[in-house]
């Protein structure tokens, strides 16, 4: 049995309920779907989706990461 089982499954949502291009919230990370009738879905499908959740921000995070590497790193054009 995965903890989460064990407990409510609180929402997500942190109140930033904005979307971006694609449809997912900018605060919370959700799709549409998964942010529709929260409360009413089964503890398993919302225990999936925080896991998707944490992926979504592992992702989001490593994209930062890069962006301010290379941000740091200096052009070619800088070297000289």
Not at 25 to 40: A, K, P, Q
Not at 57 to 73: D, G
């Amino acid at each position: 049995m995965d903890q989460l089982e064990l407990f409510d499954i609180a929402n997500p949502c942190i109140g930033v309920c904005q979307s971006n291009n694609r449809g997912y919230c900018l605060g919370c990370l959700r799709s549409r779907d998964e942010r529709f009738n929260w409360h009413l879905k089964p503890a398993s499908e919302r225990a999936h989706i925080l896991r998707l959740l944490v992926q979504r921000r592992a992702r989001l995070k490593q994209k930062q990461q890069n962006i301010v590497t290379s941000e740091e790193t200096p052009s070619s054009f800088e070297l000289f």
